[in-house]
C-alpha cells in the first residue's frame, strides 16, 4: 500500500508500523491529579503548607497562589541565600522578604492571641450570670471579632505580598556549578568531531532553498517574521526525528505523552517561568489566564499537582510532544537566522518526579540519555555545565549541549538537562509518602503514616526539532547539494537513505 508524498515521491505505509516499545504497566494505575484537602491553614509558612487556595481566592478576592517556601530555612540559612542570590545575578530583595516575614509571624501570632480571647468570652457566656454581665461580655466579644476581622485581612495581604516577594528567590546551586556569566560554564566533555568538507560549506538556509524544505517568505505574510514551512523531505524528516525520539527514549522505560499547548498562567509561574514579565519568553492569551507553553515540561510539570504520590511508583519518567511557543524577545543577529530561533516549533522533552535523594543519580542518567542518542546521530558536541548566572530560576543545576554547525561555523546549543530539586515541587504541590513511618507502631492509623515530602523534578530536551534539522543538514551535506540521511533515522523514512533534489 502506498501513500502519495510531495513532488511525486512515495513512501510505503508499512514503514509507519514501527516496533516501538511499550511503556511501563504501572503507568495505567498513576493518579494524573489527585487534589487534596489542606493539611494546614492558608497562612501557615511551614514546608507543608498547602498550595491550594483559600476560599476568598476561590471567590475572586485573592487570585495568587502559594508557594510551599520554608522561610524558616531561609532565615537560618540567611548568609548562604544571600550569596546564592549574589551569585546568580538576581535582583530579588532578601533583607525585604525577611522583614516581611518577621512582620508576618508577629501580627500571625497577634491574631492567634485576639483568636484566643475570643474564644474565652465566648465560653464565658455559656454559663449563668447577670443581665449586665453579659451584656458586657457581648460588647467585648464585638469588639474583638471586629479586631479580628481587621487583623486577618491584613495578614492575607501580608502573606500575599511576602509570597510574591519570596517566589523571586532562585533555588540554591550545585556546589559545582561555576560562578559567574555564560563564560565561566564548563565543558565536561567533548563527543565527536567535526566534518571535514572537500567543497564549499553552505549553511542550512542555502542548503534547505535549494532543496525545496523551507518556505520563511510565505511564513512571514502569513504569521510574521521567525515563522516558517517545512516542506517535502523537511516534514517527513521532522515525523522521522519525533518518532526515532520517541522510540529510543521509551526503551529506557519512560511514558509517552502529548500535553495540552496551551496552560493556566499560574501552572506557568509554578514552573519558575514569568508569562507576563519584561522580555518574556511566553505568549500570553489576551483576556484569558491561559498561555501557550514554551516547552513540555510545564504542563508535565502540572500532571501530578497538588497530590500526594505512594513511595513504591517512583521514579515516575515521562517523555512528551509537544509544540513549543517562544516570543524570543531580544533576540536579533545573524546568530538567530533560520531554523535556530524561531517562534514555534517541535519539541520531544523528558521529565522525571523522584525521591530527593535520587535526583542527582537521574540528572546523570538524562544527560546520558542525551549523550548516547546524539553521538549515535553521529553529532559532534560538547556537555557544558553551566554557570551560575546562566542557570534559570527553578534550576539547581544545568548541562547543556552544544553541536557544531558546519554553515553557521560555530556549537550551537541543542539540548539541555535541569535538575530542580524541589522548587517547581512546592509550588505545584506534589509530594510522596515514604513507605516507612519515623516510629513503628502495632496500631495502624493515619497519625502513623509517615509525613509526605517534596519530590524532586527533573528536565531534558530530547529533541528540538528545528536544531536538529539544522545539524543535519550541515553536517551531512554531500557536494551534490544532497544530504545523507544518518542510518538511525531511514527506517523511520521508508528506509531513504539520502535527500536530494528533485527534478
Known amino acids: 500500500m502506498k501513500m502519495g508524498c510531495l513532488n511525486g515521491t512515495t513512501i510505503s505505509l508499512s514503514c509507519l508500523k514501527l516496533p516501538f516499545p511499550s511503556y511501563p504497566s504501572s503507568f495505567q494505575n498513576v493518579p494524573f491529579r489527585r487534589t487534596i484537602k489542606p493539611l494546614s491553614a492558608a497562612l501557615q509558612t511551614s514546608p507543608a503548607t498547602s498550595p491550594s487556595t483559600t476560599?476568598?481566592?476561590?471567590?475572586?478576592?485573592?487570585?495568587?497562589?502559594?508557594?510551599?517556601?520554608?522561610?524558616?530555612?531561609?532565615?537560618?540559612?540567611?548568609?548562604?541565600?544571600?550569596?546564592?542570590?549574589?551569585?546568580?545575578?538576581?535582583?530579588?530583595?532578601?533583607?525585604?522578604?525577611?522583614?516581611?516575614?518577621?512582620h508576618f509571624f508577629n501580627l500571625q501570632k497577634e491574631v492567634e492571641r485576639v483568636r484566643g480571647e475570643r474564644n474565652a468570652v465566648a465560653n464565658k457566656m455559656k454559663g449563668k450570670m447577670e443581665q449586665f454581665e453579659r451584656q458586657r461580655l457581648i460588647e467585648e466579644g464585638k469588639n474583638l471579632k471586629e479586631g479580628l476581622i481587621a487583623l486577618e485581612e491584613d495578614l492575607l495581604k501580608l502573606n500575599d505580598k511576602l509570597q510574591l516577594e519570596a517566589q523571586r528567590i532562585p533555588n540554591m546551586t550545585h556546589p559545582h556549578v561555576p560562578i559567574g556569566g555564560e563564560d565561566s560554564s564548563m565543558t565536561r566533555k567533548l563527543v565527536g568531531s567535526a566534518p571535514e568538507f572537500s567543497f564549499p560549506v553552505k549553511d542550512h538556509l542555502e542548503l534547505g532553498k535549494e532543496l525545496c524544505l523551507f518556505d520563511f517568505d510565505t511564513a512571514a505574510e502569513v504569521s510574521g517574521s521567525k515563522f516558517y514551512y517545512l516542506k517535502n523531505d523537511a516534514v517527513l524528516l521532522e515525523m522521522a526525528l519525533v518518532n526515532w525520539t520517541l522510540s529510543e527514549v521509551m526503551k529506557r522505560g519512560f511514558t509517552p505523552l502529548t500535553t495540552p499547548e496551551l496552560v493556566r498562567s499560574s501552572i506557568v509561574e509554578k514552573c519558575g517561568f514569568q508569562p507576563r514579565g519584561n522580555n518574556t519568553q511566553v505568549y500570553s492569551i489576551e483576556d484569558s489566564d491561559q498561555c501557550l507553553i514554551g516547552t513540555a515540561e510545564i504542563p508535565v510539570g502540572g500532571l501530578h499537582m497538588d497530590s500526594i504520590l505512594a513511595?513504591?511508583?517512583?521514579?515516575?519518567?515521562?517523555?512528551?510532544?509537544?509544540?513549543?511557543?517562544?516570543?524570543?524577545?531580544?533576540?536579533?543577529?545573524?546568530?538567530?537566522?533560520?531554523?535556530?530561533?524561531?517562534?514555534?516549533?517541535?519539541?520531544?522533552?523528558?521529565?522525571?518526579?523522584?525521591?530527593?535523594e535520587d535526583s542527582e543519580h537521574y540528572h546523570e542518567e538524562l544527560i546520558k540519555i542525551e549523550e548516547d542518542m546524539f553521538s549515535?546521530?553521529?553529532?559532534?558536541?560538547?556537555?557544558?555545565?553551566?554557570?551560575?548566572?546562566?542557570?534559570?530560576?527553578?534550576?539547581?543545576?544545568?548541562?547543556?549541549?552544544?553541536?557544531?554547525?558546519p554553515g553557521l561555523e560555530r556549537f550551537g546549543e541543542i539540548s539541555s538537562a535541569s535538575n530542580c530539586t524541589d522548587y517547581q515541587s512546592r509550588r505545584l504541590g506534589i509530594?510522596?509518602?515514604?513507605?516507612?513511618?519515623?516510629?513503628?507502631?502495632?496500631?495502624?492509623?493515619?497519625?502513623?503514616l509517615a509525613p509526605p515530602k517534596f519530590v524532586h523534578t527533573l528536565n531534558a530536551t530530547a529533541c528540538a526539532v528545528p536544531r536538529m534539522i539544522i545539524c543535519l543538514l550541515e553536517n551531512y551535506q554531500q557536494e551534490d547539494g544532497s544530504?545523507?540521511?544518518?542510518?538511525?533515522?531511514?527506517?523511520?523514512?521508508?528506509?531513504?537513505?539520502?535527500?536530494?533534489?528533485k527534478s
Open 55 to 102: 476560599k476568598a481566592e476561590d471567590q475572586g478576592a485573592r487570585s495568587h497562589w502559594k508557594a510551599a517556601i520554608d522561610f524558616k530555612w531561609i532565615k537560618d540559612n540567611k548568609e548562604a541565600v544571600a550569596a546564592n542570590i549574589r551569585n546568580r545575578n538576581s535582583d530579588v530583595d532578601l533583607e525585604l522578604v525577611l522583614q516581611l516575614y518577621d
Open 483 to 501: 544530504i545523507l540521511i544518518p542510518e538511525p533515522l531511514r527506517p523511520f523514512m521508508g528506509g531513504r537513505s539520502v535527500i536530494s533534489r
Open 376 to 405: 549515535s546521530l553521529g553529532l559532534h558536541f560538547k556537555i557544558l555545565d553551566m554557570a551560575s548566572e546562566d542557570l534559570g530560576a527553578p534550576a539547581y543545576r544545568k548541562f547543556d549541549v552544544e553541536a557544531w554547525m
Open 311 to 356: 513511595e513504591t511508583l517512583l521514579p515516575l519518567k515521562y517523555v512528551a510532544f509537544s509544540h513549543c511557543f517562544r516570543t524570543e524577545a531580544g533576540a536579533a543577529g545573524s546568530a538567530t537566522r533560520g531554523l535556530y530561533r524561531v517562534h514555534q516549533f517541535s519539541k520531544v522533552e523528558m521529565f522525571i518526579f523522584c525521591r530527593p
Open 431 to 448: 509530594r510522596y509518602r515514604p513507605l516507612e513511618a519515623p516510629v513503628a507502631s502495632p496500631k495502624k492509623s493515619k497519625s502513623n
